[in-house]
């Protein structure tokens, strides 16, 4: 018998492009709700607690109802929110983040998918800390910039309709302004900092793909290491990864610019170490909607169900 996956909030962005990427393939039976039954709380328990794996896709509050609707001990939950990325009893879903941590994925039942900018931010700043090349205690800024479908369907109909209650003509906006992002208490805890980042969010006119940047001046760190330093602890980091790429010094050194979409519609993630020996800019490219979202999604997913982990994923 095939698993069975149930998509709670389908019709949503992240919703929508982990049902494409599931209905495509003959090892999982999809199951989804009534569309005109889609708020009616005991249908959705009914067919969460049939599923061998519940993937949400949902805001918050409505996460964390759909979990404690879950009374089957054996059914697996993958939250794409927000709500559980910090909380205990909760395995973090970036199996890429430490060796350790496709074991931890397959052996529980309640995963939280990482957030879109945490993920670069975790995959350019944990192996320094881990190596020692950057202290805990380090004052860090990220500076980022996403596609408008990473705000959802509000943004997206800002974006995109022009007969939208709150159309814009914005080419490019920074947001977040008041320093109080629900993404900097991810990024700390996983990157393994002693303090919260200052976090600098932008969203461009372009449907998805994200670059995300953490500058660093490296005369100013202990032991003042070199960019070759950074890159190897970063290439040593994700040897051997599918969908994790650390280009190359000679490769970023011919560049002259780097735009955010060319990983669109994969699950891969390019690191980048641009700069000289006295400054760096770490850079991290995916998609917000692929490594970001859905991609991830599938990835948890496959691992949980101890299917093999690059099915329906493209690197």
Not at 30 to 45: C, F, G
Not at 57 to 73: E, H, I, Q
Not at 233 to 245: K, M, Q
Request: one cysteine or more; glycine letters at 8%.
């Amino acid at each position: 018998m095939l698993p069975k996956v149930f998509i709670d909030g389908e019709a949503g962005t992240t919703g929508l492009q982990i049902a494409d990427r599931l209905r495509q393939r003959s090892d999982l039976d999809v199951i989804s709700i009534d569309p005109a039954m889609r708020k009616d709380v005991d249908e959705r328990a009914r067919l969460m607690n049939m599923a061998d794996a519940v993937i949400l896709c949902l805001p918050d509050d409505a996460a964390r109802l759909g979990v404690s609707l879950v009374t089957n001990k054996n059914t697996i939950i993958i939250d794409a929110s927000t709500a559980h990325r910090t909380a205990a009893g909760w395995t973090y879903g970036f199996p890429e983040m430490d060796k350790g941590q496709r074991a931890a994925i397959r052996a529980s039942t309640r995963i939280s998918n990482p957030g879109c900018y945490p993920t670069g931010v975790i995959a350019l700043v944990r192996p320094l800390v881990a190596r020692g090349l950057l202290p805990v205690s380090h004052p860090l800024t990220v500076n980022a910039v996403s596609g408008y479908t990473g705000g959802g369907n509000a943004m997206i109909a800002e974006f995109e309709n022009g007969d939208a209650p709150n159309p814009t003509r914005d080419n490019y906006r920074i947001y977040g302004l008041s320093q109080k992002h629900k993404h900097p208490p991810e990024m700390m805890r996983y990157s393994r900092l002693a303090n919260l980042p200052v976090f600098a969010p932008a969203v461009g006119r372009f449907a998805q793909g994200m670059i995300v940047e953490v500058p660093l001046a490296l005369w100013a760190l202990p032991g003042k290491p070199k960019r070759a330093a950074l890159h190897e602890a970063l290439a040593h980091a994700y040897e051997g990864e599918r969908f994790v790429r650390v280009v190359p010094l000679t490769e970023s050194d011919r560049l002259t610019g780097l735009e955010p979409e060319a990983c669109n519609d994969t699950n891969r993630l390019e690191l980048y170490v641009f700069g000289s020996d006295d400054q760096a800019r770490l850079v991290a490219r995916l998609d917000n909607l692929g490594k970001g979202a859905s991609g991830a999604a599938v990835q948890n997913l496959n691992i949980a169900l101890g299917l093999d982990e690059w099915t329906g994923l493209e690197a």
